[in-house]
């Protein structure tokens, strides 16, 4: 199994909610994500992600618009 790089993690992460525990531990990211029928931050662009809204329809929705 791969180590973690947390510190490689950090300077990737585009999540903006300051707060958060899991920032750059992306095993447990997606984990809690997911159990809110969510996305991490690092599946939408900076101005959708600041809104906070990571569902899973925003993220269809945005993809379904640039196919357009």
């Known amino acids: 199994m791969r180590e973690c790089k947390l510190s490689d993690n950090k300077v990737n992460c585009n999540c903006t909610y300051e707060p958060c525990s899991r920032k750059g531990i992306c095993c447990e990211c997606i984990k809690y994500h997911r159990e809110l029928d969510e996305l991490p931050a690092c599946y939408f662009p900076p101005e959708i992600e600041r809104t906070y809204d990571r ?4 993220f269809i929705s945005l993809h379904s618009k640039r196919q357009r």
């Open 55 to 58: 569902s899973i329809e925003r």
